[in-house]
C-alpha cells in the first residue's frame, strides 16, 4: 500500500536554531512531493514542491525541503526558525492521481 | 486573487441527519477536491472533479455521501444520513488542472455529529 510517514508527532525548537520536520514516503513510481503548513482553524498553505530536478527545493517562509531518492524522503528544512513557525506541517505524496498526506507534525518554536 | 471559498465553517447535526456543504473554487481552477479530515490525521481525498466530472470517488462512502460540480465551478458535498464518525473537517481545495499543480484549500468546514 502506498503511504506517507511522518515519525515525529511534535518537534520542539528553540527560536533561531535550525529546524527539520521528517517525512518519507513508500510509493511506486516518481511521486511528486509537496509540503503544506496548517494554522489553527484556517485551511492548508501549499509552502513548496518537487517535481524533478535540484534536489533542494525552496520554498515559501524561508523554508526548504530535500529530497532523497534512495532513502525515499523529503525532509522540511529551516536555517532559522520563528516563533510565528509554531503550525501543524503536512508532508503529500502524489504517486499519480490522488494526493497522499502524511499525519502532520506539531512544530513549536519557544522564543 | 480570492482563495477558495466554503460554508458554512461550523455545522453541528445530531446522526441520522442530513447536511451539505458548499464550495467556491478559484476563478479558473479546473479541478476540485473534496478532502475529510479527522482530528490528528492528514487529510483524506473523498472526490476529484475535473470541471464538472468525477475523476476519482474510489474513498467516498457512496452509500451516503454524495457531490455534485454542476456548470464546473462550484460544489456541493451532502452527507445523508449522518453518522457519529462523520465528525470531521470538510476540505475543499482546487489547482490549476490534474498535473504537478499544487493545490489551494479553503479554510474547512468543521461537523458535529451528535
Known amino acids: 500500500a502506498q503511504s506517507v510517514a511522518q515519525p515525529e508527532d511534535q518537534v520542539n525548537v528553540a527560536e533561531g536554531n535550525p529546524l527539520t520536520v521528517k517525512c518519507t514516503y513508500s510509493v511506486s513510481g516518481n511521486p511528486y512531493l509537496f509540503w503544506y503548513v496548517q494554522y489553527p482553524n484556517r485551511g492548508l498553505q501549499f509552502l513548496l514542491k518537487?517535481?524533478?530536478?535540484?534536489?533542494l527545493v525552496k520554498g515559501s517562509y524561508g523554508f526548504e525541503a530535500e529530497f532523497n531518492k534512495s532513502q525515499t524522503s523529503f525532509h522540511l528544512k529551516k536555517p532559522s526558525a520563528l516563533v510565528s513557525d509554531s503550525a501543524l506541517y503536512f508532508c503529500a505524496v502524489r504517486p499519480e492521481g490522488k494526493l497522499i498526506f502524511g499525519q502532520g507534525t506539531e512544530l513549536s518554536v519557544k522564543p | 486573487e480570492a482563495g477558495v471559498a466554503q460554508s458554512p465553517r461550523y455545522k453541528i447535526i445530531e446522526k441520522r441527519q442530513s447536511v451539505a456543504f458548499w464550495c467556491n473554487p478559484i476563478?479558473?481552477?479546473?479541478?476540485l477536491y473534496w478532502y475529510q479530515q479527522i482530528l490528528g490525521q492528514g487529510p483524506k481525498l473523498l472526490i476529484q472533479f475535473q470541471n464538472n466530472g468525477v475523476v476519482d470517488d474510489s474513498q467516498l462512502p457512496k452509500d451516503r455521501f454524495s457531490a455534485e460540480r454542476l456548470k464546473g465551478v462550484d460544489s456541493t458535498l451532502k452527507i445523508q444520513p449522518a453518522k457519529l464518525e462523520d465528525s470531521a473537517v470538510y476540505l475543499c481545495?482546487?489547482?490549476?488542472?490534474?498535473?504537478?499543480?499544487?493545490?489551494?484549500f479553503g479554510p474547512g468546514t468543521r461537523l458535529t455529529v451528535t
Open positions: 481545495a482546487s489547482s490549476l488542472s490534474t498535473g504537478p499543480y499544487e493545490q489551494y
Open positions: 518537487y517535481i524533478t530536478g535540484d534536489n
Open positions: 476563478s479558473g481552477h479546473a479541478t
